[in-house]
């Protein structure tokens, strides 16, 4: 499994967050985690909603998951401080997706969804993106009748495209598109160089529109 030790041992340039937590911490200030969490939590609660199994939603509050993750970062805040291998947004990342892997474990047991659905390249903590999520929210929001029809016929094209496609290319899309996660960041996550990310992501997404036309061209013919 991959652990914290092993996302990474670069820092992203912009290490002040870090100066600043370790400082209020070590001075005794009990709300500089809190303060600092509530500063990522929506785009913490993003990742659980995309990253959720779609059997569990509904039934899991994603701020339920946030919850316990923030106090895994309380017990563990001493431990980071005391050898940041990441930046703490990333850290954060990484006690969030522990506990939406912990709850897919629990609730799900050992039956996972078909592979080519699935989007990490990883057998970690974080649960891979579901592709129909991945294609909704590339499509948005088509409401009309219409529009509703149009819809399900781009799902199905999106869906079948982002199967196809390798899964390391579907994770730099997840970690860039729909994470916004930047080039370090998803180099971090990756486990490579950061022009190395750059290019597979645009890699990824010239792969996506080479699909797309195959598919086109399938229709027409």
Do not use: C
């Not at 969804?113 to 891979?128: H, M, T, Y």
């Not at 909704?136 to 799902?155: C, D, F, I, Q, Y």
Request: aromatic share 4%.
């Amino acid at each position: 499994m991959r652990t914290l030790s092993g996302m990474g041992t670069h820092m992203t340039d912009n290490m002040s967050e870090l100066d600043d937590l370790r400082n209020r911490s070590q001075a005794g200030d009990a709300g500089a985690l809190n303060e600092f969490f509530q500063r990522y939590r929506t785009r913490l609660r993003h990742m659980v909603q995309l990253r959720m199994d779609r059997r569990l939603q509904g039934r899991i509050d994603p701020s339920d998951v946030l919850q316990d993750a923030f106090l895994e970062a309380v017990r563990h805040l001493d431990g980071y401080l005391a050898e940041p291998r990441v930046p703490p947004y990333l850290w954060l990342r990484y006690l969030v997706g522990m506990q939406l892997k912990a709850l897919h474990r629990h609730h799900l047991g050992v039956k996972q969804r078909d592979a080519k659905l699935e989007v990490s390249i990883f057998q970690g903590p974080i649960p891979a993106a579901d592709s129909l999520q991945l294609a909704s929210r590339l499509l948005g929001n088509l409401t009309t009748p219409s529009e509703a029809v149009l819809r399900s016929e781009r799902m199905q094209r999106l869906h079948a495209a982002l199967i196809e496609m390798d899964p390391i290319d579907r994770e730099i899309l997840t970690l860039r598109h729909f994470e916004h996660l930047s080039r370090a960041e998803s180099a971090l996550e990756l486990g490579i160089e950061e022009a190395a990310a750059t290019k597979r992501y645009l890699r990824a997404l010239q792969r996506l529109k080479v699909l797309l036309e195959e598919q086109d061209r399938s229709e027409d013919n």
